[in-house]
């Protein structure tokens, strides 16, 4: 049942953030650098709203926990729904509330992961997590194609989407059982830990990689729905990221499985290499449309084998303190995405968007270097341990 509410979850952001600089610009009538201001916070809050919060995640009941925060999600969306019927265009105003509304949901997903990290064993992880991916990414493709249907004829109602979705996330919450908050951090393994100063440096390069990989994966769910809708459509914008939430939904288990025959390291330069041919492609999709298919399924590809590795390595860091673990990662995301979103918005502005899809190719090369030196050295130089078996598929 926790997967229903991770998808429900990931629906009521997902359904929003790709129209939400259009919906303010059309409906609500704010100007599009307003806009963009207020959907930069939104995606900031969205990724490390948790953190300001970790002290008091790992100690209540999970369920309570997560409704919680999805009642926000609802009530934040309810609210935007009352402002623009109203007709308030207050910068400031809507900025404080899609904040609230970012960081409501970046609770609820630390949230929801933690409580399947703790429910699960450690050598289930990437299994469950790769199940989780499938959940939210669902949602992320599900939810982002209805909402393109209705976009242009909902006026302000069409934040009442993500209510909607919000408010039924937080009525399937009652349907998981109760868990009881997780013991703390281990003790018999301090290499996993944050603790040890030896541990630091490999802590912050594999931080490092999850900044770079995330600098391309970017380009597609948050650079990409802008560029496209000035110069296809919002429906196409739709279409894409419901192939690739098919794909995921179909193929996810499938890749984590296979993907399990290499070792972590490989898996780190195919997954990026993957993501950055996307990008590249991105480069040339205007005089071809339909390569933009071909990117998808690179970059999605891509996404799959790293997404459950790169958190199932952040839980093993931070072991016994899962909250702490997915906040201090999905922070590092968000500062990617954040990077990556407003410098590609700024290049889309200016007629340079090859230029915003290149930063993604050359950070994804990067991250796929240096897994591969790690290798030729035989150390874990990026925070990923060398595995003894042959990096050859079996």
């Keep these: 049942m926790i997967y229903i509410v991770r998808f429900l ?10 129209f939400m600089a259009i919906w303010l610009n059309a409906a609500v009538g704010l100007s599009t650098s307003a806009a963009g201001i207020i959907v930069g916070f939104a995606i900031v809050s969205n990724r ?11 100690k209540v009941d ?5 409704a919680l925060a999805l009642l926000c999600v609802a009530v934040a969306a309810l609210l935007m729904l009352v402002m623009a019927a109203i007709g308030i265009t207050n910068v400031l105003t809507w900025v404080v509330l899609v904040v609230v509304f970012g960081v409501a949901n970046s609770i609820a997903t630390i949230s929801q992961i933690s409580y399947i990290v ?5 050598g289930e992880h990437e299994r469950v997590l790769s199940y989780e991916n499938v959940a939210a990414n669902a949602g992320a493709g599900i939810a982002p194609f209805i909402a393109s249907l209705i976009l242009a004829g909902a006026g302000y109602w069409f934040v009442a989407l993500p209510l909607l979705f919000g408010v039924l996330a937080t009525a399937s919450t009652t349907l998981i059982p109760h868990l009881a908050r997780s013991a703390g951090p281990e003790v018999g393994d301090r290499s996993s830990t944050v603790d040890g100063s030896e541990a630091s440096p490999k802590v912050v ?4 990689i999850n900044f770079l990989t995330m600098i391309g994966y970017a ?9 496209a809708t000035e110069r296809f459509s919002s429906e196409l914008v739709g279409v894409l990221f419901l192939v690739a939430s098919g794909i995921i939904i179909f193929s996810q288990v499938y890749i984590t499985s296979l993907s399990q025959r290499v070792s972590r390291l490989w898996r780190v330069i195919v997954s990026n290499l993957l993501i950055g041919t996307g990008c590249l492609l991105l480069i040339i999709s205007s005089q071809a449309q339909a390569i933009l298919f071909v990117v998808v399924i690179f970059i999605v590809i891509g996404e799959m084998i790293c997404g459950p590795l790169y958190q199932a390595q ?13 906040a201090v990662q999905t922070c590092v995301w968000g500062a990617a995405e954040a990077t990556a979103a407003v410098l590609g918005l700024l290049a889309v502005a200016q007629e340079i968007s090859y230029m915003s899809f290149l930063l993604g190719f050359a950070a994804c090369v990067i991250a796929a270097v240096g897994a591969w030196v790690s290798i030729a050295l035989k150390r874990p130089l990026i925070g990923i341990e060398i595995e003894r078996r042959s990096p050859q598929v079996s």
């Design 314 to 326: 952040a839980v093993k860091i931070w072991r016994g303190r899962s909250s702490v673990a997915m």
């Design 9 to 18: 979850s990931s629906a009521a952001w997902s359904c929003f953030y790709p």
């Design 205 to 208: 390069a594999f931080l490092a």
């Design 62 to 66: 999970r369920r309570r926990e997560i």
């Design 118 to 122: 703790q429910y699960f064993g450690e």
């Design 219 to 227: 380009q597609f769910y948050y650079v990409f729905p802008t560029y």
């Design 48 to 58: 490390i709203g948790a953190l300001a919060f970790q002290g008091v995640l790992d």
